[in-house]
């Protein structure tokens, strides 16, 4: 992948999460590493829309937080980024957002069950962040998030929001749409009450392993981003 491409893959999930209930008016930013430079990122800028990015408004930033490159200014929040990407060389991409239903799910503390075929992508793999309600502007903040991940693809920032470490930008879009979407079905069936037995540990097993699948997770990220653009 060339950085231009990184780029325009960068502006087209920010359109996608913002169509899929991950906005919150500027709040929320995504970033990727760029493509040959793993020590730097590409980010979605302060005081815009996830759908506002543009190729002239992306920031650049590097593991210490620090803008390198890039006019606009650089969300406060780079920290669950940059300490994200320190510790973890498998992920590519970030994201932090404040879904409604996750949100509801985080601030309940309770674990994410296997009621649904997206919920069973985080059943037994979510970490929780529970030091504080602020925003994440210290480089110690965004460590206590980056440790709260651990191995996980998803951290539950209690009464917040969420972070996800992505494989790669489709993985960490699609995780990130499937962890709203199995939140909102637990939210429906705790307000109903008394839900059926869950299925047994290898059945679930089975199904994680095939909606992880990177191929899987870039067909629905490029469904989506066909969509978006048709809808525009
Ligand atoms: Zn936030």
Not at 34 to 41: C, I, Q, R, T, Y
Not at 48 to 62: A, H, K, Q
Request: charged fraction near 25%; proline fraction near 6%; aromatic fraction near 6%.
């Amino acid at each position: 992948m060339t950085p231009t491409e990184a780029k325009q893959k960068l502006i087209d999930a920010g359109l996608v999460l913002e169509a899929e209930g991950h906005h919150d008016m500027t709040r929320g930013h995504i970033s990727v590493r760029v493509p040959g430079k793993p020590e730097l990122f590409y980010m979605k800028p302060h005081s815009y829309g996830f759908d506002e990015m543009t190729m002239d408004n992306l920031v650049t930033c590097n593991l210490e937080g620090e803008k390198v490159e890039g006019t606009a200014p650089r969300h406060s929040e780079v920290f669950i980024h940059s300490e994200i990407f320190k510790v973890r060389p498998d992920i590519t991409s970030v994201i932090h957002s404040h879904p409604d239903h996750a949100v509801a799910v985080s601030t309940l503390g309770r674990p994410i069950r296997a009621w649904s075929q997206p919920s069973a992508l985080f059943v037994d793999r979510l970490g929780w962040f529970t030091e504080t309600i602020d925003l994440i502007r210290r480089k110690d903040q965004g460590a206590g998030v980056a440790k709260a991940l651990g191995p996980h693809s998803v951290v539950m920032m209690k009464s917040h929001g969420i972070a996800i470490a992505g494989r790669t930008i489709e993985d960490a879009v699609v995780t990130g749409i499937m962890l709203e979407n199995a939140c909102r079905i637990q939210l429906l069936i705790e307000s109903a009450g008394h839900p059926l037995k869950e299925f047994p540990p290898d059945d679930i097993a089975l199904l994680q392993d095939k909606i992880t699948r990177l191929d899987q997770m870039a067909v629905n990220f490029e469904y989506l981003r066909r969509k978006v653009k048709r809808v525009r």
